[in-house]
Structures are given as C-alpha cells and as structure tokens.
C-alpha cells in the first residue's frame, strides 16, 4: 500500500479505523516489515479470520514481497539465527500450515458429526 493512495482512498484499512482505534504501521523501509507481514498472515489464517485466497492477504504478501524485493539483499535477508528463506520456501511452508488446519477443522467437523445427537 502506498501511503497517499491509503490516505485517498475512502475504503482503505486507515480510512476505516475508527477515530479512536489503534493502529500499527510498518514502513517500506524497515527490514522486518516483510517478515511481520507474512506472520500477520500466517495468524490471521490460523485464527480462521481469512482463507489463503483472500484478496486482503494476496494483498499483505504482494506488499511484502515488494518491500522485500526494494531493500537490499544484506537487510531484507539477513537473519543471524537461521539461513534466509526463500520465497517459494515461504508459498510452501504457509501452503503446509493451511493444509494442516484445514485436515484438523475437517477432523472436528468428522467427530462432531459422528457424534449421537442428545
């Protein structure tokens, strides 16, 4: 999201805050902004409060891959703790995590329909 089309924009996230509302901004710049963006998502369809295809996380990650994609290789790939992931390493581990709790909902849903009606 581009800051003056947010601002502009009657329907964006900003627009819509209420007045006294908190919120959180990460900027192009910073480093870890992408890896913010993408937990965001990854806790948002854990939650059950979107589906992968969502147009707001298509939203969030292509945000994301484009402020990966405009810092520096050295600060957008830099972690002192584990090799940097690649972006197809990402589309699979979150594709693996959504696969996951959609086979544990449907299991819920299996047992609660098995169950005997009282």
């Not at 937990?39 to 484009?66: F, M, P």
């Not at 520096?72 to 589309?91: H, I, K, L």
Request: proline share 5%; charged share 35%; with cysteine.
């Amino acid at each position: 999201m581009i800051k003056r089309e947010e601002l502009s924009n009657p329907n964006s996230c900003m627009s819509r805050a209420k007045d006294d509302e908190m919120i959180f901004v990460l900027l192009g710049r910073d480093a870890a902004a992408p890896h913010a963006i993408r937990e965001w998502v990854r806790e948002r369809i854990r939650l059950g409060k979107n589906a992968w295809s969502d147009g707001q996380i298509i939203e969030a990650l292509t945000c994301a891959n484009k402020i990966e994609q405009s810092l520096s290789d050295t600060e957008a790939n830099y972690n002192p703790f584990e090799p940097p992931e690649t972006t197809t390493q990402q589309t699979d581990r979150i594709g693996r995590m959504i696969r996951e709790n959609v086979d544990k909902k449907m299991a819920v849903e299996r047992q609660k329909a098995e169950e005997p009606t009282r």
